[in-house]
Structure formats: structure tokens, C-alpha cells
């Protein structure tokens, strides 16, 4: 899922994930302290957006150029502004120390990937800081509604826990939900959700 993926399938004039935020950032929002948020994998923008209107200033990043502009027109219609930038996590560094709060929703990434960027997202928080994470687990194979198809994109709560050693897990778990998001996640999944936090 490289960039001329994500192009492609950004290339449309619909949003594949909705212009609504995710369901669980939503509901975590207001856990997020006032500052700087970092939007990881944010696609068409919706999170970013959503954060935006509740006053943080947002900076999305993304390897798809097609998703940001779609993302970048949706703040517009919003009557906000959010910061893009494009890059591919594998070589995109967190700045450590400088957000309040750090966002991924359904950034599914190689293992070797996944990890290094968890060990930033780590020292990237400021204190009080808190990231925000939801993903589908394995068991999101046995449903047909969204999400890669690869076992080791998926994540589970034991691997995040070692992943994300140093902050405080205020919520981990593995759940079912229905999951709606525009046409690319409709349907019943299974997800890990994180909301985690650096030490004050």
C-alpha cells in the first residue's frame, strides 16, 4: 500500500472514510490537552479537521498528495485551516517533546515501521500528552468490512503495550464494534483501541 495505492484511491470525488472523525477519537477528544496535535496516516483528513474545530492546532501527515488536498478542502469547507505534510512514515520523524496529542486511526504499517514510529510517537508527547490509537486486530480477518488482509499489519494489545513502553495506559482493549466510516470500513470489526498518556 504505497503512495500511488493511496493516490489512486483517494482519486475520487467522495471521501472513502467519511468526513466524519473516527468514533473513538471522537469520544477521546476531550482527553487530548489544549496544544499541538500530530495526525499520523490521516488520509482525506477527517480527524484533523475534527481536532481543528475543537481549537488544537492539527498538522496531518500522509504519503498520499490526493488525500491531503482532499483533506486540506474539507478544513476549508469546515472554516478551519490544518497543516499537511507529505511523507511516508518510514522516513517522516516525530519531533520529540512537542505534541499534546498524537493520533492514529487504522495506520497500518510493516512491522519494522510500526515500531520505530511507536518509539517516536513515545518521546514525541510532551508531559500530559496522549495518543490516541484504533486498529484492526487478526481477528478482523474473519470479517470482510475494511483493513489490510496481511496478519502482521494488524495489530493486538499485548504487541502495543511493548510498543508503547513509557506511557500510561488509561484504556487498552480489544473489542467488536460496528465500524462506520464512508464506504472504505462499514460493518461489524474487531479493533484495538489506545489511549495512553506521557507521564506529567
Known sequence: MDAAFWNNRFAVPHFIYGETPNAFVA????????????????????????????????TAVDQSEAGLAKARRLAAARGVEIETVLADLGNFTIEPGEWSGIVATFA???????????????????????????????????????????????????????????????????????VIEGNGHTGRGAVVQILARRHE
Open 27 to 58: 469520544e477521546m477528544a476531550a482527553q487530548i490537552p489544549a496544544g499541538p496535535v500530530l495526525c499520523l496516516a490521516e488520509g482525506e483528513g477527517r480527524n484533523a479537521v475534527h481536532l481543528t474545530t475543537l481549537g488544537h492546532r492539527v
Open 108 to 178: 497500518h504499517l510493516p512491522p519494522a515501521i510500526r515500531r520505530k514510529v511507536h518509539a517516536q510517537v513515545v518521546l514525541g508527547l510532551q508531559p500530559g500528552g496522549v495518543f490516541v490509537l484504533e486498529a484492526y486486530t487478526p481477528a478482523q480477518l474473519a470479517f470482510d468490512t475494511g483493513g489490510p488482509k496481511s496478519p502482521e499489519l494488524l495489530m493486538t494489545l499485548a504487541r502495543l503495550r511493548d510498543e508503547l513502553a513509557g506511557l500510561e495506559l488509561l484504556i487498552g482493549r480489544e473489542i467488536e464494534r460496528e
